[in-house]
């Protein structure tokens, strides 16, 4: 006798989100079943993985990623065109950390140049996230914003200290927007009510319920995820269906594991390989939980993931 396997039904739907332009243009969402449960409804759209460039060189990324954009690393334009055809990265997001207080603390002018110049260069759809100091960030986000207008990109990141001005901005120059929480449900709801009180379209909200690697949270990330896709399926909550963001590559990238040589460690292995595993494993496990947006850094992590898509798709 043939398996039937057991199928559960939803009340709610995953948002479909476009990003882009004409057939470079990404979708992402539109799902009304559980991440990679195709055999219970609807998966029009896979995951999708956005290759990670900044505004200055990645002097604090770790040597065995850093060394993968040897030649690219110190000129966003070039990374971001090397992301894109040597790649073939879906989508890239350009991270201004340069324009951060403690960093360089470049102008809003300077990063609305490097933003206009990564555009006129590459054709996938680009994510523009901001250094994470809220006060600049406001700044920096507006003027990146106009510049960037016409080419439907993803901004980021509004928190509750800056949504206003920066969802105000996203919504006048037609962006789609990350809106960005702290590992809590109830806290990303209550952002996303307000950014939509702003007359923020719901289905152009991007959540970011914050990220965490493996061994440094990643069961809270994962539950919190979990919680708000359910939300979103099983209690058809409106303000709980958007795409979800997992910013994976800058908490992995930064930990002990991947940092902490065989010499000091022997025991735990192959540099190289522990910081590519480490990355996958954070990303494929949040999808699981319901990321539909993963941002990552390397290149073989984002291989691995690709294959890890196609085997469950």
């Known amino acids: 006798m ?52 900044m505004d200055i060189p990645p002097a604090e990324w770790p040597d065995t990623v850093k060394e993968v954009y040897s030649g690219v690393g110190d000129d966003p334009v070039k990374w971001a065109q090397h992301c894109e055809t040597t790649l073939n990265a879906r989508m890239i997001a350009l991270r201004l950390a340069g324009t951060h207080p403690d960093n360089e603390n470049r102008s809003a002018d300077d990063a609305a140049k490097v933003v206009k110049d990564v555009l006129n260069a590459i054709k996938v759809p680009l994510i523009i996230i901001g250094s994470n100091h809220a006060e600049k960030d406001t700044e920096v986000l507006v003027k990146a914003s106009e510049v ?25 120059n037609d962006h789609k927007l990350i809106a960005m929480s702290e590992l809590d449900i109830n806290l990303s709801k209550q952002l996303n009510i307000m950014i939509t009180q702003l007359g923020f379209s719901k289905d152009r909200i991007i959540v970011d319920p914050m990220c965490s690697a493996l061994g440094y949270g990643l069961e809270y990330t994962y539950s919190v995820m979990e919680r708000i896709r359910l939300a979103a399926l099983t209690q058809n909550d409106t ?55 993963v941002i990552m850094r390397h290149p073989e992590a984002i291989r691995t993931v690709e294959a890890f898509i196609d085997e469950l798709s």
């Open 2 to 53: 043939a398996f039937t396997p057991p199928k559960e039904t939803y009340t709610g739907k995953v948002y479909t989100t476009t990003i882009g332009q004409a057939d470079r243009a990404v979708n992402m969402g539109g799902e009304s079943v559980l991440p990679f449960h195709s055999f219970e409804g609807v998966t029009p759209n896979r995951p999708v993985i956005a290759c990670e460039i």
């Open 148 to 172: 960037a207008k016409g080419h439907n990109c993803i901004i980021g990141k509004a928190q509750e200290a800056n949504y206003k001005t920066i969802a105000a901005s996203a919504m006048a």
């Open 239 to 293: 303000l709980m269906q958007q795409p979800m963001l997992a910013d994976v590559g800058v908490y992995v990238w930064k930990i002990k594991e991947v940092s902490a040589t065989e010499d000091q460690l022997p025991e735990w292995g192959s540099l190289k390989e522990r910081g590519i595993a480490w990355e996958a494993q954070t990303a494929a496990s949040l999808m699981l939980a319901g990321a539909e947006l």
